[in-house]
């Protein structure tokens, strides 16, 4: 099981990880994480391509155990979601806090393509947010 905070779901309770398959890509979506993955879960996710993960604290985990999530998993390709933008009304942790702890940051409107298309070396990529 995985939880939506530090302390086995007892603040904010369950969160699901999704991962999908297509054409030889995998793809895993973290939800509302609330802390590092045990070794029950890290098998069960299994080799991952593309990783979208929460940076932005305060309901997830922060960047640093974002960054330490990333180490686990090893995705050649790292989506960070759940940060702060000029039009959120909440405080969350901007996704530069994430980006400064990697190498090969981008930003870009999205990604498409296949495995082929994926970075040799890992990649950040920042997805911009629409007005």
């Not at 960047?63 to 330490?68: F, N, Q």
């Not at 039009?87 to 981008?106: G, I």
């Amino acid at each position: 099981p995985v939880f939506h905070d530090e302390v086995k779901g007892a603040k904010r309770g369950d969160n699901i990880i999704f991962v999908w398959e297509m054409d030889e890509l995998r793809l895993c979506h973290l939800g509302d994480l609330g802390h590092l993955l045990d070794d029950t879960t890290l098998n069960s996710i299994g080799k991952i391509d593309i990783l979208m993960v929460p940076v932005g604290g305060t309901f997830t985990i922060d960047a640093r155990e974002a960054r330490d999530v990333v180490d686990q998993l090893h995705p050649r390709l790292v989506i960070p979601m759940h940060f702060k933008t000029p039009h959120l009304s909440f405080e969350l942790d901007v996704s530069e806090k994430f980006t400064l702890y990697f190498d090969r940051v981008r930003q870009d409107k999205l990604w498409q393509g296949t495995v082929a298309d994926l970075p040799n070396e890992q990649e950040v990529l920042v997805l911009d947010y629409h007005d």
